[in-house]
């Protein structure tokens, strides 16, 4: 295994060439490497980066230290690969820096605006800090008649807003509810313009085998399989068959667990969910907008106008155990920003329950590293730790694999060229509303 580790990473070995390396490398000494290309820790291994990229990776004392670079001693601690968050709401700026204190240096947005777009393309160029964003397209509905900007309700439409989007630079076309000739115009359209489209079950009358047919990039929201398969009933009769439809069709599903639980609550609770310690809480990332839209939400339950069905999250973890050993590609999405969890916390929560469903950390970490870049499309610049690839890394206290814990709160990072350290990650996750521009 230690082999296996030691020739994934390239250990030892420089691969980028000399005229393509910055002149402000950055040295990391004595660190315990968790590089995610397989389970396992190699000890006692320095990281050089340049230029954003990871230039070379060799035992202590083993690589030519630049005289010009600068030295983080990790004092035995963990660098791993940053996490990726895979279905996030940004609304309010003090997000990007929450999760970068918590870990998460990429996060797939899934709700687009003009301002999102100006903050992904500031932090690309590097007059920005943040996680590197991409971003779906306004979600795409067939009820939102008072949204132009949203409404899909015929073929016409359909076609038009796809090509819309994609001349506006989302990287993906996201949709909600849509009609079945529609949907699939829809898709058919994407895939000749060569965008992806990501989103929810798009028609909960369609039969889940032609939904998943269409080959949608990724599905959002675990809950909406079990709802269209299993129609809310957690029959165990139903999981092989239902696991081998997902298994055959390839597409990765974003599992968004974390958030049911807080409906859970949210529908059980009423008005008795906004303890005031939990208020406190929403208001000091939201501000009083949040607390009064959560207030509405309870009130149209207490009222009968929402429907909600009680979700099982036992079942919902056992469909995750066993979409994981099938093989099917799970990631991690939260709706942060969206819902009560809060930026860069809520991936920690959906990988927690990914433990509690049956995986190691390894298997639950992997889904936030290697899973999410290559659903991105993105594995060969990110989601390991290997010569040549974006120096995206953090380091823990503790040992990720033993603790998942210990990634919650890491204690460095290298983002591109610039390291940030544990006094800087602290601030950062303490922003509040009262932060935001």
Excluded: C
């Excluded at 269209?228 to 009933?233: H, R, S």
């Excluded at 639950?364 to 010569?387: M, S």
């Amino acid at each position: 295994m230690l082999r296996t580790l030691l020739l994934a990473v390239g250990l030892g070995t420089v691969a980028l060439p000399a005229a393509a390396l910055a002149e402000s490398p950055l040295l990391l000494r004595n660190v315990h490497l968790v590089p995610m290309t397989a389970e396992g820790v190699v000890e006692g291994v320095s990281v050089l980066v340049r230029d954003g990229k990871i230039a070379a990776i060799g035992r202590d004392g083993t690589l030519d230290q630049p005289t010009d670079a600068r030295i983080i001693d990790g004092r035995g601690r963990y660098l791993m690969p940053g996490l990726i968050e895979m279905h996030v709401h940004l609304r309010r700026r003090i997000a990007l820096d929450l999760f970068l204190g918590h870990g998460v240096t990429t996060a797939r947005n899934m709700d687009g605006t003009d301002q999102v777009l100006a903050w992904r393309d500031a932090i690309a160029d590097g007059s920005l800090r943040g996680p590197a964003l991409t971003s779906g397209s306004p979600f795409l509905h067939r009820s939102a008649q008072d949204s132009p900007e949203r409404f899909v309700g015929s073929v016409d439409d359909a076609v038009r807003m796809t090509n819309l989007y994609a001349s506006r630079g989302y990287d993906y076309i996201k949709i909600a509810e849509l009609d079945d000739e529609p949907f699939y115009s829809l898709m058919a359209e994407a895939e000749r313009v060569g965008i992806p489209v990501v989103g929810h079950i798009p028609n909960y009358d369609l039969d889940l085998a032609r939904i998943l047919e269409a080959r949608m990039s990724s599905i959002e929201h675990i809950e909406e399989l079990f709802r269209v398969y299993f129609e809310y009933q957690p029959d165990e009769s139903k999981i092989p068959a239902f696991v081998e439809l997902v298994r055959r069709s390839g597409v990765p599903i974003s599992t968004l667990i974390a958030s049911e639980e807080v409906k859970n609550e949210l529908f059980a609770e009423r008005k008795a969910y906004l303890t005031e310690e939990r208020r406190a809480w929403i208001e000091r990332y939201g501000g009083p907008a949040a607390v009064e839209g959560l207030g509405s939400t309870i009130e149209a339950i207490d009222n009968g106008d929402w429907e909600r069905h009680w979700v099982d999250v036992d079942f919902l973890l056992r469909l995750v155990r066993e979409l994981h050993d099938a093989g099917v590609v799970l990631v991690p999405g939260t709706d942060s920003g969206g819902s009560v969890l809060i930026s860069g916390l809520g991936l920690h929560r959906e990988l927690e329950l990914f433990q509690r469903a049956g995986l190691s950390p390894y298997e639950a970490l992997r889904t936030a590293t290697v899973n999410a870049a290559r659903v991105l499309g993105k594995l060969d610049r990110i989601g390991t730790i290997e010569v040549g690839k974006d120096a995206d890394l953090i380091l823990t206290e503790g040992n990720p694999l033993v603790d998942l814990a210990a990634a919650r709160e890491p204690v460095g990072m290298v983002l591109a060229d610039r390291w940030i350290d544990a006094d800087e990650l602290a601030e950062l996750r303490g922003r509040t509303i009262a932060d935001e521009p």
